[in-house]
């Protein structure tokens, strides 16, 4: 079974408009960490957002915000007011426990921004 | 600047041939990591390091090999045994749990 999945393998958006890139994930680990990863066409990996199992609040970073919930082990990305540089493939991964440093990561979404 | 470095950026070999990446950070990390990106697929975990002279196997380690002489340094070796060598490699490293893993910019192999 996929340990993270990303059912959208493709989005159109209108410019200035929020989106919201799908994430589930399957864990037995109380203990674990979400990322959110933009790889521009360039192919650099971009750090966009973290989420701990634990943490209390959902994360946020400027346009970005990670809507998780625990029960439905979800967490989707959400960008408010997107821009054209906001097209690129976008990448949702977890880490397990805290005996393993490995991070797991979901097929992606190509997310296209349009004028 | 602090970051971590992959060269060559393109990388072209003759089948049969291993060809070694080089993977460099100056960011004191104790991890780090290789994977591999097939076009429209996420990224798939080689070899992993948590400190020196010491790695692990990922999920895609069969045909690749790895070393961690120095903390700064995390050569990938693909040799004649993977079966499927072009692909974007990545390498990637971190501080410690939890946080998050700073990318290279990656290296395009092609076998020919």
């Known amino acids: 079974a996929q340990k993270i999945t990303q059912t959208q393998p493709g989005m159109f958006v209108q410019e200035k408009e929020a989106v919201t890139l799908d994430c589930t994930y399957d864990?037995?680990?109380?203990?674990?960490?979400l990322f959110w990863y933009k790889q521009p066409s360039s192919g650099e990996m971009i750090f966009l957002i973290y989420?701990?199992?634990?943490?209390?609040q959902n994360a946020t970073e400027g346009r970005y915000s990670l809507n998780f919930q625990k029960a439905r082990k979800s967490a989707n990305l959400v960008i408010s007011a997107s821009q054209l540089g906001d097209s690129a493939m976008y990448f949702c991964?977890?880490?397990?426990?805290?005996?393993?440093?490995?991070?797991?990561f979901g097929k992606g979404t190509r997310l296209h921004i349009l004028p | 600047d602090g970051g971590i470095t992959q060269s060559p950026k393109y990388l072209f070999r003759k089948e049969g041939q291993n060809v070694t990446l080089s993977c460099e950070q100056n960011?004191?990390?104790?991890?780090m990591y290789w994977y591999r990106q097939d076009p429209g697929q996420g990224l798939r975990l080689i070899y992993y390091s948590q400190i020196v002279n010491d790695f692990q196997k990922g999920d895609i380690a069969e045909g690749y090999s790895v070393s961690r002489e120095k903390k700064e340094s995390f050569p990938l070796t693909v040799t004649s045994a993977q079966k499927n060598p072009t692909a974007f490699y990545l390498c990637?490293?971190?501080?410690?749990?939890?946080?998050?893993?700073?990318f290279g910019p990656g290296t395009r192999l092609t076998v020919l």
């Open positions: 864990t037995s680990d109380p203990s674990y960490g």
């Open positions: 989420q701990g199992s634990y943490d209390q």
């Open positions: 960011l004191n990390h104790d991890a």
């Open positions: 990637a490293s971190s501080t410690n749990l939890y946080n998050e893993q700073f």
């Open positions: 991964a977890m880490r397990e426990g805290i005996q393993d440093d490995k991070i797991i």
